[in-house]
């Protein structure tokens, strides 16, 4: 028996429909609303003044990789580097090594919500209540009674 190749064109009678979406890489989305970045920026302020390690479980700085992926493509490694840098075992290299894996991983439903939360479980509450947040993200309509 022979391989042949697939032929798209055999399969569907010359029927081809559109290809599915997808979704921008993280480098090209649109960039974070700036009262949300200012937010970002005030609390790790807070957490470099106070030297706070807010995600010492492995699982929670993964966690917070993809939340800065998510929110901030590439332009968040910086923020996700001066996070991390007060874990007793910090490593510049080793921090780069897991913001790549983030990069190139698609973990669905990881978003600067987590930042927020891991931040306000330290302590650091300047930010907005994750549960706010997403409300004013996307508003429920309101209807006369």
């Known amino acids: 028996m022979t391989k042949e190749p697939f032929n798209v ?3 569907s009678d010359g029927a081809t429909a559109d290809p599915a979406p997808v979704t921008a890489p993280a480098e090209a989305r649109e960039p974070m609303p700036g009262r949300q970045r200012e937010e970002v920026e005030t609390l790790i302020g ?30 968040g490694r910086a923020y996700y580097q001066r996070v991390s840098r ?3 075992k910090y ?13 190139r991983g698609h973990r669905g439903g990881i ?7 891991l931040a306000r479980n330290a302590g650091i509450g300047a930010g907005p209540d994750p549960e706010e947040m997403e409300e004013s993200e996307n508003p429920m309509p309101t209807f006369p009674f």
């Open 46 to 75: 807070q957490i470099e003044a106070r030297q706070l390690d807010i995600a010492p479980a492995y699982k929670d700085w993964c966690n917070l990789g993809f939340a800065f992926v998510e929110a901030f493509g590439e332009a």
């Open 86 to 88: 007060f874990y007793p």
């Open 9 to 11: 064109q055999q399969w």
């Open 91 to 103: 490593s510049e290299a080793g921090t780069n090594e897991q913001y790549d894996r983030c990069l």
């Open 111 to 117: 978003t600067l919500r987590t930042f927020f939360w």
